[in-house]
Structure formats: structure tokens, C-alpha cells
């Protein structure tokens, strides 16, 4: 079955500041893969996803991620973060049938 | 996008009773459901998959019989949590995909069960 790797518990970076978040996958096609952030007791928000085509790709506010096939890899980028910004952020994985979350990245946002 | 609207968004429940999760899909049909567990700061753990029709695919270490699924239309699922305990206590997300295919799956806003 098909797993996430989400290597950072936690991050925090100064507003304005530039992010990246890490997201590593195991799949032995190609994969579905989405970016979901999550604030506090709510559901969760699509940010972005890859299906197939350009590797690089745009989100809503601001984020963007690439696919690298090499290096499995779905990395969620952002050139400026803002303090609203600061929540839980979820790779995950669609394979066979279903969809695999990573662990989580907590954003903290310095002022 | 598509809306998936999960209800109740909160319960609270004395131990030893049953609870229903309800997951709509509202404007479009879903032949397969999943649901989802969430423990505080932690990651979603995949329950069960349900499937219109048929009986819900349950992962490993998932009691089905705590945990009933039923999917009889393609617009809703639900969730049981029969005999609740505190143990139980937690957020439950439903996610929907639509029926005329594609690999995304919509969520709903999530239950925050508090067994006491």
C-alpha cells in the first residue's frame, strides 16, 4: 500500500520568511498527491494537488509544490509566509483505492 | 468544488450509548466513502472504505462491530459508534469521491466525539 513521510513534526519560521515543508512518498506507480492544511478543530482544506503533467504545481494562497519522481518527493513551498499561515499541513497519497495522510507538519509563524 | 457535509460537528455522549455520524455528498453522487479518525495533533488514520451498496472495507485493527458503516445511497454514509467509551472520544472526518471517477476525495468539516 501506498505511505507518506512527512519528515518535520514541527517548524517555525518569522512572517515574511520563506517555507518549505517535506513530504516524501512510497508508491510503485505514479501518484496521486495532494497538499491539505488544517486549522485547529476544523476539517481539512485542499491547498493543491498532482495528478500528472507540469511537476510544479500552483495552490490557493500562495503555495506551491513539485513533484520530483526521483526523489520521491511532493514538497509544499511558499516565498512568504504570513502569520495566518499557521496550522497543520498534511501530504497525502491517493494509490490503489484510498487516500494515506503523512503525520502532519505543525506551521508556527513568528511575528 | 464539491461539498461534503458531515453532521453532527460536535457530540457529546454518555458511556455506553451509540452515536451516528452523518457524511452527505450535497451536490454530487460518491460512489465510494472513506472515514476517517483523527486523535489530537495527530495524523488521519484511514477506519474504513465504503463502497454504495456493499459492505464498508475496514483496516486492520478497525472493530467493525464498533464501528458500523453503512453507505445506502450515493449521497450518504454513516457512522455508528456503538457502546461508546471514553476511549472513543475523538474527531471523525468523512471524505467523499465522486462518482464519475478521478482521485480526489472531498472532505467533510469533521465530529469531535467526547464520550463521558
Known amino acids: 500500500a501506498q505511505s507518506v513521510t512527512q519528515p518535520d513534526i514541527h517548524i517555525t519560521v518569522s512572517e515574511g520568511a520563506s517555507l518549505e515543508l517535506r513530504c516524501n512518498y512510497s508508491y510503485g506507480a505514479t501518484p496521486y498527491l495532494f497538499w491539505y492544511v488544517q486549522s485547529p478543530g476544523q476539517g481539512l482544506q485542499l491547498l493543491l494537488k498532482?495528478?500528472?503533467?507540469?511537476?510544479l504545481v500552483q495552490g490557493i494562497k500562495g503555495f506551491e509544490a513539485e513533484f520530483k519522481r526521483s526523489q520521491s518527493s511532493f514538497n509544499l513551498r511558499k516565498p512568504s509566509v504570513h502569520w495566518s499561515d499557521a496550522a497543520e499541513y498534511f501530504c497525502?497519497?491517493?494509490?490503489?483505492?484510498?487516500?494515506?495522510f503523512g503525520a502532519g507538519t505543525r506551521l508556527t509563524v513568528k511575528p | 468544488g464539491a461539498v461534503v457535509s458531515q453532521h453532527p460537528s460536535w457530540v457529546i455522549c454518555k458511556s455506553g450509548t451509540s452515536v451516528k455520524i452523518e457524511c452527505r455528498s450535497l451536490d454530487f453522487q460518491a460512489t465510494t466513502m472513506f472515514w476517517y479518525r483523527q486523535f489530537p495533533k495527530q495524523s488521519l488514520m484511514l477506519m474504513a472504505t465504503s463502497n454504495e451498496g456493499s459492505k464498508a472495507t475496514y483496516e486492520q485493527g478497525v472493530e467493525k462491530d464498533k464501528f458500523l458503516i453503512n453507505h445506502a445511497s450515493l449521497t450518504l454514509s454513516t457512522l455508528t459508534v456503538t457502546s461508546a467509551h471514553p476511549e472513543d472520544s475523538s474527531f471523525y472526518i468523512c471524505?467523499?469521491?465522486?462518482?464519475?471517477?478521478?482521485?480526489?476525495?472531498?472532505f467533510g468539516q469533521g465530529t469531535r466525539l467526547t464520550v463521558v
Open positions: 471524505s467523499a469521491r465522486e462518482l464519475t471517477g478521478g482521485t480526489e476525495a472531498f
Open positions: 498532482y495528478f500528472s503533467g507540469d511537476t
Open positions: 497525502a497519497v491517493v494509490g490503489n483505492n484510498d487516500m494515506r
